[in-house]
């Protein structure tokens, strides 16, 4: 079966992951890894995760990708032996002397970021030459393309389906580092791209009070799961490391509910998957590059807002005697009608006839985040399943 690989910012968001779907996560440590921002992993909770994660059959995949410079290799062999040592799977790099020290000085799977932009069979095999398990795409390799690919190599192919786009070519952008002084392949990247500019024609500005924006839409390949499984793609990537707990859940699941409803039977209810992916908090979408190169829907341009999302209101902490357990994330009162969002229940909703306080006061409006309340339910529910308003 095909690997649904998640995005994991922090311990909680890889906890979350695997109990929604993934049959893998991807999450970074503290040393050698982009996306800098993030809750990156000590090496105690990268422990911590693989044992969660292999007790669900999961596996943890952890990202070593920066592009070193001499003073970033110190320590290189000592992290990755301790990568090995608390039961990481795999590693991801861009960079060839990383990929060499880990297969030289460990047993790690080696799989080479979409940092490298492998977009040919010949730079496909030299990865597997060197001994690196997989390669991780360019994002802008066509359907068509990876179809040629894989018939013409055996490597373990990757593929991202969902997430942010880079509008530079697989991520090879030196705008942070001009704008910002921030290196965005050293882990520093300051979004660039999605900053709000005007467009200037000589002195004139043209943009009549809309912001301009370089970034291109988020990618949604929904529609292509039934080719990525049917060309034996080994695993569909979602990006986002920096994205909420809710956020993952919501697409992770989809994606997972889409896949396996394909594997039985052949075909796959679009419109169902599309609206649960929309109840996340999400950008605009394409298709990014998989039916050729990019057009005018493809990028933000001044259209650059989110799409609407459902009301997600929080996090179920426990159940108790009839009584949900729950933490406040936004806004909701007595008489609101909330939808229960679970890993492998469908949708379940009803109406707030009580909320009390942890002191059984009765409450009518919640409205202070990460406040804790009890909500009478008519049905049990779960620790780490998601509260929306409907």
């Known amino acids: ?13 890889l906890k979350i992951a695997v109990l929604y779907g993934a049959n893998a996560v991807f999450i970074g440590g503290k040393e050698f890894s982009l996306r800098s921002r993030a809750s990156n992993f000590t090496l105690e909770d ?9 007790k669900f059959n999961a596996k943890v995949h952890v990202t070593t990708n920066i592009i070193p410079h001499n003073n970033n290799l110190e320590g290189l062999k000592e992290y990755l032996i301790s990568l090995e040592k608390c039961g990481v799977d795999a590693i991801i790099c861009a960079s060839l002397y990383i990929m060499n020290t880990a297969l030289k000085y460990t047993n790690l799977e080696v799989h080479v970021s979409t940092q490298d932009s492998a977009a040919n069979v010949e730079a496909i095999n030299f990865y597997k030459q060197i001994g690196c398990k997989r390669v991780v795409l360019a994002r802008e390799v066509s359907l ?16 991202f389906i969902h997430g942010g786009m880079c509008s530079s070519y697989s991520g090879r952008c030196m705008l942070s580092n001009e704008m910002s002084n921030r290196d965005a392949n050293r882990g520093g990247c300051a979004h660039s791209c999605r900053w709000n500019y005007d467009l200037i024609n000589g002195d004139k500005k043209i943009n009549d009070g809309n912001y301009f924006s370089l970034a291109s839409r988020d990618l949604c390949a929904l529609k292509y799961i039934p080719d990525f499984i049917d060309n034996n793609i080994t695993s569909l990537k979602i990006e986002g490391r920096m994205k909420s707990t809710h956020y993952i859940a919501t697409v992770v699941n989809a994606y997972r509910r ?23 908090e999400n950008r605009l979408t394409s298709i990014g590059f998989y039916n050729g190169d990019p057009g005018v829907n493809e990028h933000l341009y001044i259209n650059f807002g989110e ?28 008489d609101d009608t909330l939808e ?6 469908e949708l379940r909703n009803f109406k707030i006839t009580e909320i009390l306080n942890m002191d059984n006061e009765k409450v009518l409006v919640c409205n202070h985040p990460n406040e804790i309340v009890k909500i009478k339910v008519p049905f049990s529910v779960l620790k780490y399943d998601f509260v929306r308003k409907l």
């Open 1 to 13: 079966m095909i690997e649904l690989l998640a995005p994991a910012g922090n311990l909680e968001k």
């Open 46 to 54: 990268i422990k911590e995760g693989c044992d969660f994660a292999h």
């Open 144 to 159: 068509t393309e990876l179809k040629d690919i894989r018939s013409k190599t055996d490597m373990d192919i990757e593929v």
């Open 258 to 280: 889409a896949i396996d409803e394909y594997y039985k039977y052949k075909t796959i209810d679009y419109e169902k998957y599309d609206y649960m992916i929309k109840k996340a």
């Open 307 to 334: 799409e609407p999302s459902q009301e997600y209101v929080g996090d179920v902490l426990d159940y108790m005697d009839g009584y949900m357990i729950m933490e406040v994330k936004n806004y909701f009162t007595i």
């Open 340 to 345: 229960i969002f679970s890993p492998k229940e």
